[in-house]
């Protein structure tokens, strides 16, 4: 899976006493339907907290910067921050069970440069930039090309673009305690005499 992933470790003797009870309790079927249920229940949280602007730890994520959160009401007004067109970055997560591991992550290439940070190299271009001409005179200020009777071919300079990390991928307190839960109903459902 390329894009972004997360490992989430926990205290070792208590994973390790934990992990060695579900896999005595539980048949690989049992394991792996267990880790299905903990990914679809991880799925629908991480797409929440996305929703929310929310990293694991509860955190707002960083606002937009001034500049681009004014291009951005502009061309997508009310548009939450990790979404331009039609998907929230959550909408683009997928699970995976490969034995006893269970995979999350995205293959969206910026999954990870949300999710970590990222410097984005832009070399340099060319533009062409629109300006009103009356009068006589061409306006300083820019305008769109639909309002545009005059325009001019710009090379704009190599620059870089830092885009700060907005951690969406993890598991929460929330999540931990609901993964707990998960895991005892089902060690519950497969003792003997248990109700099904």
């Known amino acids: 899976m390329a894009g972004a992933r997360i490992e989430v470790?926990?205290?070792?003797?208590?994973?390790?006493?934990?992990?060695?009870?579900?896999?005595?309790?539980?048949?690989?079927?049992?394991r792996t339907l267990l880790l299905s249920d903990i990914g679809e229940y991880l799925l629908r949280s991480t797409r929440d907290r996305a929703a929310q602007e929310l990293s694991p730890d509860g955190e707002h994520w960083r606002a937009l910067e001034p500049n681009y959160a004014k291009w951005k009401s502009g061309k997508r007004p009310g548009v939450p921050i990790l979404k331009f067109d039609n998907h929230m970055i959550g909408d683009q997560l997928s699970r995976q069970v490969e034995g006893d591991t269970l995979l999350m992550g995205t293959n969206a290439p910026y999954g990870a440069a949300h999710q970590f940070g990222a410097d984005?190299?832009?070399?340099?271009?060319?533009?062409?930039v629109f300006f009103?001409?009356?009068?006589?005179?061409?306006?300083?200020?820019?305008?769109?090309?639909?309002?545009?009777n005059f325009a001019q071919a710009?090379?704009?300079?190599?620059?870089?673009?830092?885009?700060?990390a907005r951690p969406w991928l993890g598991?929460?307190?929330?999540?931990?305690?609901?993964?707990?839960?998960?895991s005892r109903d089902h060690l519950l459902g497969n003792m003997p005499g248990a109700a099904s």
């Open 9 to 30: 470790e926990v205290d070792a003797a208590t994973a390790t006493a934990a992990l060695d009870y579900v896999s005595v309790k539980l048949s690989p079927e049992g």
């Open 120 to 128: 984005i190299n832009i070399p340099a271009h060319q533009a062409e």
């Open 132 to 148: 009103h001409h009356a009068k006589g005179e061409v306006s300083p200020q820019f305008v769109n090309k639909a309002k545009s």
């Open 154 to 164: 710009v090379t704009i300079p190599a620059h870089t673009v830092t885009l700060p």
């Open 171 to 182: 598991v929460s307190d929330v999540d931990a305690d609901e993964i707990v839960t998960l």
